[in-house]
């Protein structure tokens, strides 16, 4: 089985920061607006570098959003950022009306997605914001794994025209994709080969699903792992490709099972190939404080909720 | 140039042109469209800079957004007698498969429009987006935008109100159309707007006031005036004063007219009180 080796830990929303700053030595129509957490969403440096640039609009989502809009006017190519749930559920019919049915070329940046946002607690753990997005008409969603798959990502979509909702999150968490790697939007990336399940992960569950991928390679189960970096628009053929060959499948993501990847899975399996399927995702249920190793124990997100999907989905074969 | 009464024989036949398309489809919004009249009229006829055909980045011209879309009766036949798409397409308004939707949008590539609207409180963070890219582009042109009184209700307005004087967004010239009525009657009744001159200053705004939002020369004099504020580190808002329906008598002075359409013979008395000037489409 193939494995993969963590570099060291490091977050996610770094990795955007990392990719803005280098869009900003490299694409001048690029421009950063942020509501009131230029820190956390690691845009100081682009900031520092290009002021005229970087747009402080202070605690107005709402505005921001518009103004984003406003600027592909004239061939900018706005990146806004702010927290996730600031990001989509605040400012929907903003998204909406002025970005995706106006069709302009936004990149909404979302960090402290799902529940490793950690100890701040439901108020800032949005769990439904997968969904939002994916049900906008035109709006490519992306959520990536790690620190190098974030960079490559943020740099990748600066040059996609339209759209794009990409979210990522707050904890270190295992960075194992290559330094510089491409990144395609919308094509799924086969992390290991395997034939009797698939695990299809999104986000920080990927590495989750890798050690889980090994945990059950031990016990004789060998697993599929898919990287669906992309969530709309979806890879169906790298799906129905891998179920094809191991007839069953588990799904795996830090957002609600209303709404979020494995619905989207779901959907691509009924209309192509009903396939057993379980489901590792929050259910229907708002999140608390905690560090996020608990909370991702708590709500059923770490590797062992994987391993025991796929004990429950073989057995549905 | 046009002369003064060029621009009311057009004022007029916009006029034919909004209770005609509303009429057809039995649906739609005169009541603030025919308030709107001379200053669409005006805008595209003598106040923006415009390049001829469209383009969608519009650099190089002055850029105008419409806030509250439900006015699109107006804006529809002055993009079209102005020559952004042919005078006939206003036969398709609100029907299906038109470039024409009952708000404006974007999505089916009508020229002339920039951004949807009608979820109503967007279009200013639009225009001072728009503004920020000619800053950016060094492009001298203006962003122009109207917006309803009422719809300054919704709270993103004063956030971009607030933005706009922050960060001395002095390409932009921002019109409330001061009609006093909304859907359910009355600014007055429904949320009082309290002093909406005192408010635009207090946010750091520059104000002009043009009482008679309803005659050319006024608004050709109010508008004039708000571009010779632009470039002095303030947005410019005006605050023009209309009368909702104006020019069809019954429609006039009431919120009544706000979301409804003439019947047959209310579209006869309407179009008998503004005769045909440059022909219907």
């Known amino acids: 089985m193939k494995t993969y080796t963590n570099t ?45 640039r970087f747009f402080q609009v202070g605690i107005a989502e709402a505005n921001m959003i518009g103004i984003a809009a406003g600027m592909t006017i004239g061939g900018k190519i706005p990146f806004t950022g702010t927290f996730a749930n600031f990001s989509t559920g605040r400012v929907y019919d903003q998204i909406r009306q002025s970005v995706a049915y106006s069709h302009k070329n936004v990149k ?66 295992p960075n194992f994709t290559p330094e510089n790697g491409e990144f395609e939007i919308g094509k799924a990336v086969k992390l290991t ?44 053929k790298a799906i129905l490709d891998s179920v094809s ?73 | 140039m046009s002369n003064i009464q060029q621009l009311e024989d057009l004022t007029t036949q916009v006029r034919r042109d909004i209770l005609r398309m509303v009429h057809k489809v039995n649906s739609g919004h005169p009541g603030g469209s025919l308030g709107c009249a001379e200053f669409f009229v005006c805008l595209y006829k003598e106040i ?82 728009a503004a920020e890219t000619k800053k950016l582009n060094k492009d001298n042109h203006l962003v122009y935008s109207l917006h309803g009184d009422g719809e300054l209700q919704e709270g993103q307005n004063w956030e971009a109100i607030m933005y706009a004087a922050g960060n001395k967004i002095d390409n932009l010239i921002a019109t409330v159309d001061l009609n ?20 635009f200053e207090a946010f750091g705004w520059d104000v002009v006031e043009i009482e008679k939002g309803n005659t050319i020369e006024a608004i050709l004099e109010g508008m004039a005036k708000a571009k010779s504020l632009s470039g002095n580190g303030k947005p410019i808002c005006v605050l023009l004063k209309t009368v909702m329906g104006n020019g069809v008598d019954f429609m006039m002075h009431t919120h009544a007219w706000h979301g409804k359409a003439p019947n047959d013979e209310q579209l006869a008395n309407g179009l008998a009180q503004n005769a045909e000037t440059l022909g219907d489409y």
């Open chain 2, 48 to 129: 923006m800079e415009t390049k001829d055909g469209f383009n969608m980045d519009g650099i190089g011209e002055d850029l105008f957004f419409l806030s509250n879309g439900h006015i699109s009766p107006v804006y529809y036949s002055v993009l079209a007698r102005t020559g952004y798409f042919p005078v006939e397409e206003l036969n398709t308004f609100r029907l299906i498969d038109s470039r024409l939707q009952g708000h404006p949008t974007t999505h089916e590539g009508l020229p002339g429009i920039r951004i949807a609207s009608g979820s109503l409180g967007q279009g200013m963070s639009v225009a001072i987006g």
């Open chain 1, 193 to 236: 080969e395997g034939n009797d399940v698939t695990i299809i992960a999104t986000g920080h569950l990927v590495w989750e699903a890798l050690e889980a991928a090994k945990a059950l390679n031990e016990n004789g189960i060998s697993a599929e792992v898919i990287n669906i970096h992309t969530i709309k628009p979806l890879d169906d």
């Open chain 2, 180 to 199: 006093g009525q909304q859907i359910d009657g009355s600014t007055d009744n429904v949320l009082p707007m309290g002093n909406l001159k005192a408010k």
């Open chain 1, 245 to 317: 060959k191991t007839g069953c499948v588990v799904t795996a993501e830090e957002h609600n099972y209303l709404g979020g990847l494995g619905e989207s899975v779901a959907r691509v399996l009924a209309l192509n190939k009903p396939t057993p399927q379980e489901f590792v995702a929050t259910k229907d249920t708002f999140g608390e404080s905690g560090t996020p190793a608990q909370l991702m124990e708590k709500y059923g997100l770490n590797s062992f909720a994987i391993q025991e999907a796929v004990k429950k989905v073989l057995k549905r074969k």
């Open chain 1, 8 to 52: 060291g830990n490091k977050d996610t929303r770094s990795g955007f920061g990392a990719g803005l700053t280098e869009l900003g030595q490299t694409n001048e129509n690029v421009v950063a607006l942020c509501a009131d957490l230029t820190g956390s969403l690691k845009m100081d440096e682009f900031k520092e570098n290009h002021p005229e």
């Open chain 1, 108 to 173: 909404i940046c979302a960090s402290h997605a799902g529940v490793t946002l950690g100890e701040d607690g439901a108020t800032h753990q949005i769990l439904e914001d997968i969904g939002l997005m994916k049900m906008l008409p035109g709006m490519t969603v992306i959520n990536t794994c790690d620190y190098n798959q974030t960079k490559a990502a943020t740099l990748s979509i600066a040059k996609h025209h339209g759209p794009v909702y990409l979210r990522f999150g707050r904890p270190k968490v």
